[in-house]
T-cell receptor, first 115, second 114 residues
């Protein structure tokens, strides 16, 4: 069975500094990997995904993530954080060609960007 | 990207009553929809997988007689919380699958049972 670990409940960063939100995964075979962001009382918004190809994936709002197969990681990064980036971030995974298998989510990491 | 809507966005009901939440894929056909539940400051917990025209598959520990799921068409799935209790209060999020790997999420429904 697949699983996702987000080791940090909370990440605090000053505005303008780079940010990293960590994610490691476990899945049988090759993974599909996703990052979503959630604002208060809202659904999930898609940020980016890794399916295949280039290990560095660029997504919405200046975010990017790097797929590292040897470390089974897919950390989310942004070179310069904005206060408006403050939200709850979820990493998710499912195996390749897994039919209707749903995404499995990590527990989420709350990002707080301080002005 | 594809759009998924949920209705209502917020509902308050009395204990013992039933509440229906609708999930629609607005610009694509979704053969599979998923229902998640999110507790405060917690991750999303998958409740069930719904395939159009067939019975939903429930995750372990989810009462199928309490959480009725109907996926009558390729663009609509409904979740009915029957005989609601205060502990059913939660944020319910649906997701519709397009193609082999994309899952699109609705904006969520905040259910409060008094």
């Amino acid at each position: 069975a697949q699983s996702v670990a987000q080791p940090e409940d909370q990440v605090n960063v000053a505005e303008g500094n780079p940010l990293t939100v960590k994610c490691t995964y476990s899945v049988s075979g090759n993974p599909y990997l996703f990052w979503y962001v959630q604002y208060p009382n809202r659904g999930l918004q898609f940020l980016l995904k890794y399916i295949t190809g280039d290990n560095l994936v660029k997504g919405s709002y200046g975010f990017e993530a790097e797929f590292n197969k040897s470390q089974t990681s897919f950390h989310l990064k942004k070179p310069s954080a904005l206060v408006s980036d403050s939200a709850l971030y979820f990493c998710a995974v499912r195996p390749w060609n897994s039919g209707n298998t749903p995404l499995v989510f990590g527990k989420g990491t709350r990002l707080s960007v301080i002005a | 990207g594809a759009v998924v809507s949920q209705h209502p966005s917020r509902v308050i009901c009395k204990s013992g009553t039933s509440v229906k939440i609708e999930c629609r894929s607005l610009d694509f056909q979704a053969t599979t929809m998923f229902w998640y539940r999110q507790f405060p400051k917690k991750s999303l917990m998958l409740m069930a997988t719904s395939n159009e025209g067939s019975k939903a598959t429930y995750e372990q520990g989810v009462e199928k007689d309490k959480f009725l799921i109907n996926h009558a068409s390729l663009t609509l799935s409904t979740l009915t919380v029957t005989s609601a209790h205060p502990e059913d209060s939660s944020f319910y999020i649906c997701s519709a699958k397009q193609g082999d790997y994309e899952q699109y999420f609705g904006p969520g429904t905040r259910l409060t049972v008094t």
